[in-house]
């Protein structure tokens, strides 16, 4: 079947236009060709990272006949499409804004079913922009050989190293279909979310790319060791570089989730009093709101992956167990620190999920603001953080980090433990 360009209409693709009919016509009909670029269909794309291609999947459709483009990532849980639905135009470039994140693809044509651009990282603590290169059509996300010979599934105790030299645990979790291949890393602060590669012979190449986040991971089994054993490099964005380790042990784990942050001696709860993401009020766990009631505080970001894939579970667990007695508050760090845009950051997220609860602007994305924030808190080591509250308002358990959804298994334990904490303090 042929595919036909997709048109963007001139009202989604003109924000603005002055009064003169010339200007108007113009800034339209440049709009509608560059929006031509996006043709319906199935589009393998790729990064230019640290001289390494990073390939990815997306999807371009028609709806309510609007171009929605879809990130595609697959994993040990099936895949996830990542709904990107804010596409402008100007000249002869397309942009297409990466879901609930402050991040962009911008892309011009490069020839018939091409397309070249960047990845543009507004957020970034200095923003930046990565190459992009996308072909139209059903495509493997990796080319070149691929050999099924050696077996990577099976779990891993990991070990990342960075620049600094400071290693951390993880736990690799992969499974292997032919040369296809699909896992994660588990992490003390979170996930590596949904990776898929190829293998071919001992070497393993397995990628994600979110709008947020651009990982790409290497790796060569080393042959005839016991047990066996993998070395690699992590890329990460445009300059993030570590080593990693892995050996085969299906006892792998790491710490547990619930004994890593901690409140400071003598303290039992939170005092804090944040304004809310709604202008002119605040939030406090002192409230009526919440008097009498378990809560649970979801420490979070707008452009942390894994606090959506939190957030992702958590708004439909909120709406069927609200009326059980149980709050949530979302505390958002951003990564500006004006309260208009943190706030609009943290609205954007509440509407693309349906947040149900309540959300607070609490700080700037760093451990510092949030020890600041909540001193009560000895020690903060990730986004998400979820810290439960008893019907009394004193902190009872503090989780941190969240097995998302790319994680298989590990996330319905993740799920089964979190009902567990609720339901014990519910029944106090």
């Given amino acids: 079947m042929k595919a036909y360009p997709l048109l963007l209409s001139a009202a989604l693709l003109v924000g603005c236009q002055s009064a003169t009919t010339d200007t108007t016509a113009q800034s339209g009909a440049a709009a509608v060709a560059a929006a031509t670029l996006l043709t319906p269909g199935p589009w393998r794309g790729e990064l230019a990272i640290q001289g390494q291609q990073l390939p990815f999947l997306f999807e371009v459709k028609t709806e309510a006949g609007k171009p929605v483009v879809y990130l595609i ?46 990845w543009v990282k507004y957020d970034a603590k200095t923003p930046y922009r990565v190459p992009l290169a996308a072909t139209a059509g059903a495509q493997p996300l990796f080319k070149g050989a691929a050999d099924p010979k050696a077996s990577f599934t099976g779990t891993w105790q990991t070990e990342f190293k960075g620049a600094d030299g400071d290693p951390y645990p993880a736990v690799g979790v992969f499974k292997q279909s032919d040369s296809d291949l699909t896992g994660t890393f588990l992490t003390t602060t979170g996930d590596y979310r949904y990776l898929a590669g190829q293998t071919d012979g001992p070497k393993v190449r397995m990628s994600t790319f979110d709008g947020s986040h651009a990982f790409l991971f290497t790796g060569e089994l080393k042959a005839g060791a016991t047990p066996s054993s993998i070395t690699g490099d992590f890329y990460s964005g445009k300059s993030g570089h570590e080593n990693w380790t892995a050996a085969i042990n299906p006892n792998a784990k790491l710490p547990d989730a619930d004994t890593l942050t901690y409140l400071k001696k003598g303290e039992s709860r939170l005092n804090f009093k944040f304004p809310s993401v709604a202008a002119g009020g605040s939030i406090s766990p002192s409230d009526p709101k919440y008097k009498g009631k378990v809560v649970v505080l979801q420490i979070l970001g707008s452009w942390c992956p894994n606090c959506m894939d939190e957030t992702a579970f958590m708004v439909p667990w909120y709406e069927k167990n609200k009326a059980r007695g149980v709050e949530v508050i979302g505390l958002g760090y951003e990564r500006m620190p004006e309260y208009d845009k943190a706030a609009a950051r943290l609205r954007k997220l509440k509407e693309r999920y349906n947040i149900g609860y309540d959300l607070a602007v609490a700080g700037i994305s760093n451990k510092d603001s949030v020890a600041k924030s909540l001193p009560q808190l000895a020690k903060f080591l990730a986004f998400p953080t979820t810290i439960f509250l008893d019907k009394k308002g004193a902190v009872r358990s503090i989780h941190t980090g969240f097995a998302g959804p790319g994680t298989g298994k590990y996330y319905a334990e993740e799920q089964a433990n979190f009902n567990k904490t609720v339901d014990k303090l519910l029944k106090e």
């Avoid at 879901?99 to 091409?114: I, Q, S």
């Fill in 73 to 118: 990532n697959k994993g040990l849980n099936g895949e996830e499409r990542l709904r990107c639905d804010e596409i402008s135009a100007a000249g002869d470039s397309a942009t297409i804004k990466l879901h609930v994140f402050d991040a962009a693809l911008v892309v011009r044509e490069a020839g018939p079913g091409k397309l070249r651009g960047s």
